[in-house]
């Protein structure tokens, strides 16, 4: 029984295992490309993809050589972007064609906008002329817009039909698209007027006319729409398809929840990349690469230390008469970094999920001073106690608790402050927030503490 309990505790949820790359990898140094076969064919192409993403360059041409299956277009499409372009040069132009033909118009748009000219055309070459179109097309909408991550593929129908019609039509030789979710209804303008799921018209009499089942969450979006709102729309009125038309309201694609939650995901992961101050990187990035992405934000970082350096140099002949204002000064800096980063991190995640508002912007900016306040009088009493028994000093207690009420409160401020203030000006909050508010953390802590203690011990 409790072996069977450590083999259930050692199967992975998703995603594939350690011993699964490494008995791969055992194949392909043993040029065994039919046990290479035997391990991947299996295997949903977003793991393949982890598994290529596993391995280090020699690995992973050496993989991509052995494996006899030929990489397929639903892989590249999960690739991370990085190793997009680097798989494309390894395949001939006969292989490409392969491997995107079968991919939806969306999948290949995003396939090919990050590559440059000379990979662009080789995937363009390996379409068909109407699919061809199709991407050239999408690829002239804004790239952050519905039309260029829409999904031309859908399914639909005039708005008189009943569900014998529906059920008809899907039966019959037209091709439709591998996978879809709604019949979209549209007038005879070719404009949607509602949608039907495929559940309630399988579940329904024949007779039934399709606008009796039409979904209350129906929308539509227009195609220069910024994509980030479509998805967040498609989130928040739990929809499954959302119809993209254009400036005369025609239908001409859908953005489809799978597309728009894998969006959100992407948008999530780059703020908090950004954040941190290490830009779009990724594992299989190479060192060059991460470094020129950090660099920047390390310089801004030394600039704003560098700063809060010169405040303390203000204060030389404060800190020379006593040592244990040295001592406790990294703490009321820290803690205000601390507090900071809270509510910089709530603040940035509620822009980027339109939760923070005009409308509520000054009572979010206020909840967040008063929880800093309020944090910042417990930890006075703390750090108060702390520095009385250890210096035996209690002007130096009163000094660093006023100091921590001061910089924690401030912190509060800039941390929602400061991202409100970079959206307004255009400026990526995520991108830019973090040297900001650490400046005025450091700058507010040390100035109150090494000022409050000039007044009232020297």
Do not use: C
Not at 123 to 151: C, I, K, N, W
Not at 230 to 252: E, G, S, W
Not at 319 to 333: C, D, E, K, R
């Amino acid at each position: 029984m409790s072996d069977a309990i450590d083999d259930i505790e050692e199967e992975e949820a998703f995603g594939i295992s350690d011993k699964l790359v490494s008995d791969v990898m055992e194949a392909v140094d043993a040029d065994a490309d039919e046990v290479v076969e035997d391990l991947v064919d299996p295997l949903h192409p977003a793991d393949v993809a982890h598994l290529i993403e596993q391995l280090d360059d020699k690995d992973r041409k050496e993989f991509l050589r052995v494996w006899p299956g030929g990489i397929e277009g639903e892989v590249i499409s999960e690739l991370d972007d990085n190793l997009r372009e680097e798989v494309i040069d390894s395949l001939d132009e006969e292989e490409l064609a392969e491997a995107v033909r079968d991919l939806d118009s969306d999948d290949v748009v995003d396939l090919i906008e990050d590559l440059d000219d000379e990979q662009t055309e080789a995937v363009l070459e390996a379409l068909d002329d109407s699919d061809r179109a199709l991407v050239e097309q999408a690829l002239t909408y804004p790239e952050e817009s519905a039309g260029r991550h829409m999904q031309v593929e859908l399914v639909r129908g005039p708005e008189h039909w009943t569900v014998g019609d529906a059920i008809d039509f899907l039966r019959s030789d037209v091709e439709l698209p591998e996978q879809f979710y709604h019949i979209i209804l549209v007038d005879p303008r070719m404009k949607p007027v509602g949608y039907v799921t495929l559940g309630r018209i399988l579940s329904s009499d024949r007779k039934t006319p399709l606008k009796e089942l039409e979904e209350d969450s129906f929308r539509t979006f227009n195609v220069e729409q910024d994509v980030e709102e479509v998805a967040q729309a498609i989130n928040h009125y739990h929809m499954i398809t959302a119809p993209v038309v254009d400036d005369d309201d025609r239908l001409i694609g859908v953005i489809t929840i799978d597309d728009a939650m894998a969006f959100l995901e992407e948008e999530a992961e780059e703020d908090i990349l950004r954040l941190a101050g290490v830009g779009e990187g990724s594992l299989s990035d190479r060192v060059i690469e991460t470094t020129k992405n950090r660099f920047p934000w390390l310089a801004v970082n030394l600039a704003t230390a560098i700063l809060a350096s010169l405040v303390i140099a203000m204060f030389e002949e404060t800190l020379s008469g006593l040592v244990a204002l040295a001592i406790l000064m990294p703490i009321v800096a820290s803690m205000g970094g601390n507090a900071g980063t809270q509510s910089l991190t709530v603040a940035v995640r509620a822009l980027a999920t339109r939760d923070l508002t005009d409308a509520n912007v000054w009572r979010v900016v206020r909840r967040e001073v008063l929880v800093g306040l309020v944090n910042g009088i417990i930890f006075a009493v703390v750090m108060g106690a702390v520095g009385y028994f250890w210096f035996g000093n209690l002007t130096l207690a009163y000094v660093i608790g006023a100091a921590m009420v001061i910089n924690l409160a401030v912190a509060g401020l800039a941390g929602t402050g400061v991202p409100i203030i970079l959206e307004k000006l255009g400026i990526d909050p995520a991108l830019a927030s973090g040297a900001f508010v650490t400046t005025v953390t450091d700058v507010v802590g040390f100035f109150a503490f090494l000022g409050l203690a000039a007044l009232w011990l020297l």
